[in-house]
């Protein structure tokens, strides 16, 4: 890979895998730009990869608890007084999906399965905490994401693209 001497290293794993590669890339003075996903999201992974390889390394989430946008900061509020800890993607997602089932629920009328499966299918633009959802043809999401920088011993938000 080395003589290759690429621009960008995409390594889609998780932080165990993800902070060896990216440690032993920078060992061998690969400086490329590392590219990610949510797998990437775990303090361990800046323990395993060790805070100076982690410069020009991005991934996507679904969430941060950086994003400062009002329903974003009212939920991390909410979760911390609730539960005493900084809320996680976890935490945001099942946050989400509460309120989506509950969203198809109530268009569908009554807690009937078919009803329910249409409802849920024909989801367009529901707001949740990780950004804008709506359900495609195909019966994927399609939904927001964020981008996070890692910066030496932490990450940091970058922005949160709707979809």
Known sequence: MKAKNPDVLYVPGYYEEVGLIIKQARELSLDATVLGGDGFDSPKFIEIAGAAALNKVYYTNHYSSMDNATDVVKFKEA???????????FNALGYDL??????????????????????????????????????????????????????????????KLES
């Open 79 to 89: 979760f911390n007084t609730k539960y005493s800890k900084d809320a996680d993607a």
């Open 98 to 159: 509460a309120y989506f089932l509950a969203d198809a629920l109530e268009r569908a009328g009554i807690a009937d399965s078919v009803k329910l499966k249409d409802a849920l299918t024909s989801t367009n633009d529901f707001k949740g905490i990780t950004g804008t959802l709506s359900i495609d043809e195909f019966h994927n999401p399609v939904k927001a994401f964020t981008i996070l920088q890692a910066v030496d011993d932490k990450p940091t938000f970058l922005k």
